[in-house]
């Protein structure tokens, strides 16, 4: 039996560590900050100043706890300065009950959260720093950024915590969020985006609106796509409970033509809003399909 204190760590496998460490995942819009990490600013000079205070988190160096707040408060406190506080990735990982879904070896949210675990680690390998959202109908947690390495561990031991239970409402934790970071960065999105359409694209809108730059890593299940089920099949709503019985191949056309219609509107929207959009499909192996996205964002530049 594995070691419940390090079984987290099962997210990165030494074999996608030691290749990720040679792989770069540079913003291509300009964010907030100074040069920390790999990105540009539109800024010019270098500041340590005092930014903020935020409440203390597990991996935090106790040096930057403020006493004088804590004896007024009685609680921790850190201070952040600019240079930690201009460049942040948010990881939003969608804990919705429809990601428990798998017709092989892996279910959707296993395999999200292997995608989410090896973009903190690669983030926080070039120097920039990442916190992570996971949400259903609503916001269940959000851990802030961190540039700190014992940031990942705290990140890692959330992913692995964390389980799919409740419906779906991306676009209201979208619409949250983006409300809630005051400065432009990065936000990386890993979903099924099997959620109400308009709801969806409104908060993606939402997100670039702020002026964030937006990657999306849509997990999909093959029988998803291809819905190659069995004759005389029965469905239930993994979110609802709602249970149907059909026959697979009378309603197989239709159910494509729609998912196909549905998948192909949210990459038109992401196009028009600069959005980089991507599928991946939980046969395939993850830290190829990353690989090879980085890969290609690379050359593009």
């Given amino acids: 039996m594995p070691d419940q204190r390090t079984d987290y760590l099962r997210f990165l496998q030494p074999d996608t560590v030691s290749r990720l460490r040679s792989l770069e995942l540079r913003a291509r819009l300009v964010v907030e900050g100074f040069i920390i990490g790999l990105h540009r600013s539109p800024y010019h000079g ?17 040096k930057n706890i403020d006493w004088k707040v804590f004896g007024k408060t009685d609680r921790y406190y850190v201070k952040e300065f600019e240079e930690e506080t201009n460049l942040k990735c948010y990881i939003l990982l969608d804990c919705s009950a429809s990601m428990r879904y798998s017709s092989g070896k892996i279910t959707k949210f296993d395999y999200a959260r292997q995608v ?13 720093a990442v916190g992570l959202l996971t949400y259903d109908e609503k916001i269940r947690r959000y851990i802030p950024p961190r540039m700190a390495r014992p940031h990942l561990n705290v990140l890692l031991k959330e992913m692995d915590a964390a389980t799919p239970s409740e419906k779906t409402d991306s676009g209201s934790a979208f619409h949250e969020l ?20 308009e709801k969806l694209v409104s908060g993606m809108k939402h997100f670039r609106h702020k002026k964030h730059e937006v990657v999306i890593f849509r997990i999909l299940d093959p029988r998803e796509e291809d819905f190659n089920f069995p004759i005389e099949a029965r469905f239930k709503d993994m979110e609802t409970g709602e249970i149907i019985s059909t026959d697979p191949h009378q309603i197989k056309e239709a159910y494509r033509h729609q998912f196909s219609q549905f998948s192909e509107g949210l990459k038109t929207e992401a196009r028009r809003g600069l959005i980089d959009f991507n599928t991946f499909v939980t046969t395939d192996s993850y830290d190829k399909a990353l690989f090879a996205y980085l890969a290609r964002r690379a050359k593009l530049g």
């Avoid at 270098?46 to 106790?62: L, N, T």
């Fill in 46 to 62: 270098f500041s340590v100043e005092f930014a903020e205070h935020r409440q203390y988190m597990p991996g935090d160096s106790i």
């Fill in 116 to 128: 989410a675990a090896s973009l903190a680690y690669l983030m926080l390998k070039q120097q920039d």
């Fill in 178 to 197: 983006a409300e809630r970071i005051k400065r432009r960065g990065l936000v990386i999105i890993i979903s099924d985006l099997l959620d109400d359409y």
